[in-house]
C-alpha cells in the first residue's frame, strides 16, 4: 500500500544541538496518522521539513523520508527536498487569514496555482476551481469564487485552504492545527470534510494537534512527541485506552471532558451583583456604515448580535459563556464591563449603572472588572519591556514610581514567573508565559471581577491546564468572580460552575453545569455537545 515513510529525522539550527531527534513514523493512504504534542515539541517543525518549508537558520541533519512502495526519495538528511510540493503533497495551515491574499478573490487564489504549476488555461483553471469550491462544500460555488477572505467565516476560509491544497491532486495532506480556533460545530464539519475527503481520494493524511480529543475522532494511528522525540506511538485506540508513557498520561487525562468543575454553584441569594437588562447591540453588516454620505435609497443593513439579554451574576461565580462564532458572547463579555457601547438596555455593577459618557463612572468600572483578550502578543506593546508594562498601570493607580518596579516584580512572581523576567521583551516569551503576563497586567488593579475572552483557546492542552489552575488559584485567594468566554465545552465544564449558553444573540440555555452539561433542556445545547471532538467510540 501506498505510504510515505519517515526515518529518524533530525532538524537543527546551526550548530546548536538538533530541536526534534529521530522521528520516524508512516502516513498511509487512505488513513491518518496524528502527531501530538505540547508547543515546541517539534511537531510543525517535522511538518515544515516535509513541505521544505523551515525557516531560516533551520535545516534537517539526518534521516530521510520515502514514498513506497516505489522508494521515491522526498526529503533526506542533508537537506535535498525531492517531494512535488503541492502536487506530491500539500499543507493547510491553521491560520487560513494569514495565508490568504487579503487583496485578491479567492476563487483566483485556488486558480492560480492550476495556471502557474499545471498549465491550464485561464477558463479551464476557473472551472477546475469551481469544482474544487464545490467539493469543500462552500454554498454557491460562483458567488464563493468572488469573495474576498474577508467576506468568509472562519470556517469558510479554511475550507478556501483546503480547496487550494487539493488543487495539484496531492497524495500526501499535510494539516496543520486546522480546526484549532475554530467553534465546535464549525471544527466538527472541518473534521468531516477532511475525512470525507481522504475516504474520496485515496489520500494519506498527516494530522498535527495538541488535542487528544481531536484525535481520537479522526486519527487511526498517533505519535506522541515531547521534546523533539517521540515517546509513544501506535493505534489511536491503543494509546488513548492504554498510554504507557507519563507524557501521553497526562495528554489523555487532560482531555477528557468532564461533567462539573467540581465546585458548588454560587447560591443566587439577595441581589445580584450584575444585572444585565434588555441588552441590545446591533452592528453594521459588511460595507455598510463606512460612507460620511451613504445615499438615501440605499438602506442600513444591522446584524443584532444581542436581543434584549436578561442576565445575572452573583459574587463569586465563575460562569462559562460558551456558543458558536457569532452567537453573541464576546460581545456580551465586552458590554458586560462596558467595553462596548450598546443601542438600549443596562448594565448595573454593584447598583451602580454603567454609563459609557460618565468617565468618572467608566473608570471605576475599570477598577472592578478586567478583560483579558485571546491573543497576549497583540495585547502586549512589543517594545516595552514587561516589568514596564505593569509598572505602568501600577503609577496609573498612584502607586509611587519609586514603589511601581518593585510591585511589578512581584506581580510577575504571584502568576508564576520571575522578577528577573521585567526585563524582558514580549518576544522572548513562550505564549503561555506571555498569557501569565497579560493576567499580572489585569490583576495589577485589584479587579473584582476578570472576563477571559478566548484566553486559553490557542494554547496546547499542557498550557492550558499550567494557566487554568493559575487562574483558579488566583480567583480562590482573592474572591474573584470569573467569566470565561469559550467555544471548548469540555474545558469550560471543568472550570465553571454555571454555563451559559448564547444561541443568535440570545441565552439558550443557563444553569449549573453539572446540569447543562448531563441533562441539557435546550436543543441547541444538545447539539453543541454531539458536537465536540471525541464524541467517537473506541473500538
Not at 522526498?74 to 487579503?102: C, E, K, Y
Not at 494537534?209 to 522525540?229: P, Y
Not at 477571559?452 to 493559575?470: F, G, I
Request: hydrophobic share 45%; glycine share 10%; net charge neutral.
Amino acid at each position: 500500500m501506498e505510504r510515505l515513510e519517515v526515518r529518524n529525522l533530525t532538524i537543527g539550527f546551526g550548530k546548536t544541538p538538533p530541536v526534534v531527534r529521530g522521528v520516524s513514523f508512516d502516513v498511509v493512504a487512505g488513513s491518518t496518522t496524528a502527531l501530538v504534542g505540547e508547543s515546541g515539541s517539534g511537531k510543525s517543525l517535522t511538518a515544515l521539513a516535509l513541505m521544505g518549508l523551515l525557516p531560516a537558520g533551520a535545516g534537517t541533519q539526518g534521516g530521510r523520508a520515502t514514498l513506497q512502495p516505489e522508494d521515491q526519495v522526498w526529503l533526506d538528511g542533508t537537506g535535498g527536498m525531492h517531494a512535488p510540493v503541492g502536487r506530491g503533497i500539500s499543507m493547510v495551515f491553521q491560520d487560513p487569514m494569514s495565508s490568504l491574499n487579503p487583496s485578491m478573490r479567492v476563487g483566483l487564489q485556488v486558480a492560480e496555482p492550476l495556471v502557474v504549476h499545471q498549465g491550464l488555461s485561464r477558463t479551464e483553471a476557473r472551472e477546475r476551481a469551481l469544482a474544487l469550491l464545490a467539493e469543500v462544500e462552500l454554498p454557491d460555488p460562483e458567488a464563493t469564487f468572488e469573495k474576498y477572505p474577508h467576506a468568509l467565516s472562519g470556517g469558510q476560509r479554511q475550507r478556501v485552504m483546503i480547496a487550494l491544497a487539493l488543487a495539484g491532486s496531492p497524495r500526501v495532506l499535510i494539516a496543520d492545527e486546522p480546526t484549532t480556533a475554530l467553534d465546535v460545530t464549525v471544527q466538527r464539519s472541518v473534521l468531516d470534510l477532511l475525512q470525507r475527503l481522504q475516504m474520496q481520494r485515496g489520500l494519506a493524511l498527516l494530522f498535527i494537534t495538541h488535542d487528544m480529543a481531536v484525535v481520537q475522532d479522526i486519527a487511526t494511528e498517533v505519535v506522541v512527541l515531547q521534546g523533539g522525540e517521540v515517546v509513544e506511538s501506535g493505534p489511536v485506540a491503543e494509546v488513548l485506552l492504554r498510554p504507557r508513557h507519563p507524557y501521553t498520561q497526562l495528554l489523555v487525562a487532560a482531555s477528557q471532558a468532564g461533567s462539573g468543575s467540581g465546585r458548588k454553584p454560587v447560591p443566587h441569594e439577595g441581589v445580584p451583583w450584575i444585572e444585565v437588562r434588555g441588552l441590545v447591540k446591533r452592528f453594521p453588516m459588511s460595507g455598510q456604515g463606512r460612507s460620511r454620505f451613504p445615499w438615501p435609497w440605499q438602506p442600513r443593513r444591522e446584524f443584532t448580535a444581542l436581543q434584549g439579554i436578561d442576565w445575572s451574576v452573583w459574587r463569586g461565580e465563575r460562569i462559562g459563556l460558551v456558543g458558536e462564532s457569532g452567537s453573541g458572547k464576546s460581545t456580551l463579555g465586552r458590554a458586560l464591563i462596558g467595553l462596548l457601547p450598546v443601542d438600549s438596555g443596562t448594565v448595573r455593577i454593584g447598583g451602580k449603572l454603567l454609563d459609557a459618557g460618565d468617565d468618572a463612572g467608566m473608570q471605576s468600572v475599570r477598577a472592578v472588572a478586567q478583560l483579558v483578550f485571546q491573543d497576549p502578543f497583540s495585547a502586549l506593546n512589543p517594545r516595552i519591556r514587561v516589568g514596564e508594562a505593569l509598572a505602568e498601570v501600577l503609577r496609573n493607580r498612584g502607586v509611587p514610581a519609586a514603589e511601581a518596579r518593585q510591585e511589578a516584580q512581584r506581580r510577575l512572581v504571584e502568576v508564576g514567573l520571575r522578577a528577573e523576567d521585567a526585563d524582558r521583551f514580549p518576544r522572548s516569551f513562550s505564549g503561555g508565559q506571555r498569557q501569565r503576563i497579560v493576567i499580572a497586567r489585569a490583576l495589577a488593579v485589584d479587579p473584582q471581577l476578570l472576563v477571559l475572552d478566548e484566553s486559553v483557546a490557542a494554547l496546547d492542552t499542557a498550557t492550558q491546564q499550567a494557566v487554568l489552575a493559575l487562574i483558579d488559584r488566583i480567583a480562590a485567594a482573592r474572591g474573584l468572580t470569573l467569566v470565561l468566554i469559550s467555544h471548548d465545552l469540555g474545558l469550560v465544564s471543568r472550570f465553571c460552575d454555571r454555563l451559559v449558553v448564547l444561541h443568535a444573540g440570545q441565552i439558550a440555555e443557563d444553569g449549573p453545569t453539572a446540569q447543562v452539561v448531563g441533562a441539557p433542556r435546550s436543543e441547541y445545547t444538545r447539539k453543541l455537545w454531539a458536537s465536540r471532538p471525541g464524541g467517537r467510540a473506541l473500538v
